[in-house]
């Protein structure tokens, strides 16, 4: 049984910071190359990052649970942990804080698009913390994984 958790301890991590690089690196960039309407490309990628901070959140969920019955109280001495906790945290805000707020504005808008409104600039600075957010959340991702890959050997 101890395997079989260790390895949805690895799946989870993977799934995650997978997710993270996937969706941030590579399909969002792509569906505003390749769309031609900067609109529809936003809310697709939107629910895409909404998909990916809601996968984050139930692997963190796992790997919490995980970290603390294999090392119980001296799991607050462990980075693995922390890191786990700020991504968690980082993928919370945005996904219950930051989208929500986006998400109205984009509403307040309409009928034009937000970023030919007089909303524009408080769209375009919520749009840069969350992308400093989103950056600051898949580097930790990486280091968590590099981590747990050493741990592992």
Do not use: C
């Amino acid at each position: 049984m101890n395997r079989l958790a260790e390895s949805l301890y690895q799946f989870a991590l993977t799934l995650w910071v997978g997710g993270l690089w996937a969706i941030g690196y590579l399909a969002a960039p792509v569906l505003f190359a390749q769309l031609g309407d900067r609109q529809l490309a936003g809310q697709v990628a939107g629910q895409l990052f909404a998909l990916v901070a809601a996968i984050g959140l139930g692997a963190a969920i796992y790997l919490v649970v995980f970290l603390v019955a294999r090392s119980g109280a001296r799991v607050f001495r462990q980075a693995g942990f922390w890191l786990v906790l700020l991504m968690a945290a980082m993928a919370a805000v945005q996904l219950f804080g930051i989208q929500p707020l986006m998400a109205q504005l984009k509403l307040e808008a309409l009928p034009r698009e937000v970023m030919e409104s007089v909303l524009r600039d408080r769209f375009a600075t919520w749009h840069g913390i969350s992308s400093v957010l989103y950056l600051v959340q898949s580097g930790l991702g990486l280091w968590l994984v590099v981590w747990s890959g050493r741990a592992a050997r």
